[in-house]
């Protein structure tokens, strides 16, 4: 038996020129609900380039898998994606995601772009062992060679640091969080897709675990290339991971950069505020910063700028025109009309802010 573990079968994304492998248009979706229809994701136009990989970033209820289940089509059927055009490239193809019929559609689903779900036991079929579930799945794609399967999955079980044999002979629930995710990652990259969609996927998970898994992924960005789309709220890991990051908020992106950019030089008010609320683990007892109010009602969105009712940087015009994404810096864009002030604001107060510690607020 093969004991390697550098996926030595893994095909490279050939880049197409100026052409990226998966390109999302003016992306809208919404769902049916009895109130009204939700836009859970408002006019969304990004490009994924060859190796990269891009963090969506933004509180719970921004648009973020909502985006990551449209790409791959695994919506509820409440949900609709229209308007807008989801664009996949791959060996001289263009394909419309939207438009695919079944059969392409499984085949794009996990040949070309698998995503890793947040819940990685609701994932699993709980009546069937782990490698009954890698067959069914291979068999699905017309691979029907039982021993090339179960040596690559094998192989990809030690890429994921398990243990092959007690792992694949396993159920779902008879595996800890941390092995559930790694063998959920393992599956996804059985058919060697070209993209990878995660849904936070260190979540729930302990210091170590959550350490593992990112070492994991670095391994996949950095020395096996693959192209990746991650959705996380947490962002120090967004930080480690990401080549660019889009801040969603609303639905919408509101900001859009390198990595370096919206960590170290936001231009949206709604990035600065994320970077204010994380905590630190050195100083005082400092107060933590947060965003005012709540996030707005999907069924009845405010006017104008969808953050201004919690910006601290709003005007009159943020209440009646909505700003688009202008570009702000080297492939940095911002949607918002104050990204003057928000430069101003960090220069004057710090990345951080000003905050009084307790001990300088203790008279004497």
Not at 6 to 29: R, Y
Not at 350 to 357: A, D, I
Request: with cysteine; hydrophobic share 35%.
């Amino acid at each position: 038996m093969s004991q390697t573990t550098d996926l030595s079968w893994h095909q490279e994304i050939e880049e197409n020129g100026s052409q990226p492998p998966l390109s999302l248009q003016n992306v809208h979706v919404s769902y049916r609900t009895r109130k009204g229809s939700v836009q859970a994701v408002r006019g969304v136009s990004l490009d994924l380039q060859a190796g990269e990989s891009l963090a969506l970033i933004g509180e719970s209820g921004s648009g973020k898998t909502t985006l990551g289940l449209g790409i791959v089509r695994l919506l509820v059927e409440t949900a609709e994606v229209s308007p807008g055009r989801i664009i996949y490239r791959r060996d001289g193809r263009e394909l419309d995601v939207l438009s695919l019929a079944e059969g392409p559609l499984r085949e794009f689903r996990w040949r070309d772009c698998a995503m890793v779900f947040q819940s990685a036991l609701n994932a699993f079929n709980p009546v069937l062992k782990v490698w009954d579930q890698v067959w069914d799945t291979a068999k699905a794609h017309r691979w029907n060679n039982r021993e090339e399967v179960r040596e690559r999955f094998l192989d990809l079980l030690r890429f994921v640091q398990l243990d092959p044999d007690r792992v694949i002979n396993s159920y779902a629930h008879e595996l800890s969080g941390g092995m559930r995710q790694r063998t959920l990652l393992a599956i996804s990259l059985l058919l060697d897709p070209q993209i990878l969609i995660l849904d936070e996927p260190t979540t729930a998970l302990d210091i170590l675990t959550q350490r593992t898994i990112i070492d994991l992924l670095r391994r996949l960005k950095e020395d096996l290339h693959f192209t990746m789309l991650f959705i996380s709220h947490d962002l120090a890991i967004a930080a480690e991971l990401a080549d660019r990051v889009a801040t969603m908020y609303a639905g919408q992106v509101v900001e859009l950069g390198p990595v370096e950019d919206i960590f170290y030089r936001p231009r949206h008010p709604y990035s600065l505020g994320l970077i204010r609320a994380v905590p630190t683990v050195t100083g005082g007892f400092e107060e933590l910063s947060s965003i005012p109010g709540s996030p707005p009602d999907l069924i009845n969105l405010p006017t104008g700028c969808k953050f201004h009712p919690r910006c601290p940087f709003a005007s009159e015009r943020c209440s009646s025109d909505e700003p688009e994404l202008e570009r702000v810096g080297d492939n940095h864009y911002a949607a918002c009309w104050h990204t003057d002030a928000v430069q101003e604001d960090i220069e004057r107060s710090g990345l951080r802010g000003k905050r009084s510690t307790q001990r300088e607020r203790a008279p004497g």
